[in-house]
T-cell receptor, first 111, second 113 residues
Framework: KQEVTQIPAALSVPEGENLVLNCSFTDSAIYNLQWFRQDPGKGLTSLLLIQSSQREQTSGRLNASLDKSSGRSTLYIAASQPGDSATYLC??????????FGAGTRLTVKP | EAGVTQFPSHSVIEKGQTVTLRCDPI?????LYWYRRVMGKEIKFLLHFVKESKQDESGMPNNRFLAERTGGTYSTLKVQPAELEDSGVYFC???????????FGEGSRLTVL
């Protein structure tokens, strides 16, 4: 059974710092991995989707990597801003139906 | 292009009552998913439609939950009768391809008293 773990559970950094969020999964047989952000009381906003054949994806200040063999993904945020404060969720798709979520990392960027 | 929309945004009902949640996926997205987050837990998969067909409903908690997608457009999720443990946020998501990028709605918060 696929388990997804996100470390740390919470992170607080000063504005301008570069930071890394970690995601690990137990079964390397995945279709893809997707990173989301969720603001309080809101839905999930898709950030990056990495297919199983890809190693990384970039969008603006965000860069996500995928190492299937070791069951790890990282989300790198460059030059963090207060507007980046949110919960970041990692989700892996073990088949073409289901998607398994981690518990999330709650990020606070202080001005 | 409109995103995934869900209605209602919040519903408060008493134990034993019935609630129906609605989801309108992004136009052209054949794949529609329902997820749920109960207090303090991870988001969990409930079921997956491709057009009007249920592809996987392995995540449905029990037979008090009924999902439909007549005509392959919008979907409804009915809880009847509702129990206290059904409280949580119900998310709907859609994608164009079966293993494609998922787009989520804002969620429907259900509170059962």
């Amino acid at each position: 059974k696929q388990e997804v773990t996100q470390i740390p559970a919470a992170l607080s950094v000063p504005e301008g710092e570069n930071l890394v969020l970690n995601c690990s999964f137990t079964d390397s047989a995945i279709y893809n991995l997707q990173w989301f952000r969720q603001d309080p009381g809101k839905g999930l906003t898709s950030l990056l989707l990495i297919q199983s054949s890809q190693r990384e994806q970039t969008s603006g200040r965000l860069n996500a990597s995928l190492d299937k063999s070791s069951g790890r993904s990282t989300l790198y945020i460059a030059a963090s801003q207060p507007g980046d404060s949110a919960t970041y969720l990692c989700a892996v798709r073990p088949n073409n139906n289901d998607m398994r979520f981690g518990a999330g990392t709650r990020l606070t960027v202080k001005p | 292009e409109a995103g995934v929309t869900q209605f209602p945004s919040h519903s408060v009902i008493e134990k034993g009552q019935t609630v129906t949640l609605r989801c309108d996926p992004i136009s052209g997205h054949d794949n529609l998913y329902w997820y749920r987050r109960v207090m303090g837990k991870e988001i969990k998969f409930l079921l997956h439609f491709v057009k009007e067909s249920k592809q996987d409903e392995s995540g449905m908690p029990n037979n008090r939950f009924l999902a439909e997608r007549t005509g392959g457009t919008y979907s409804t999720l009915k809880v009847q009768p509702a129990e206290l443990e059904d409280s949580g946020v119900y998310f709907c998501a859609s994608s164009r391809d079966r293993a494609g990028e998922l787009f989520f709605g804002e969620g429907s918060r259900l509170t059962v008293l």
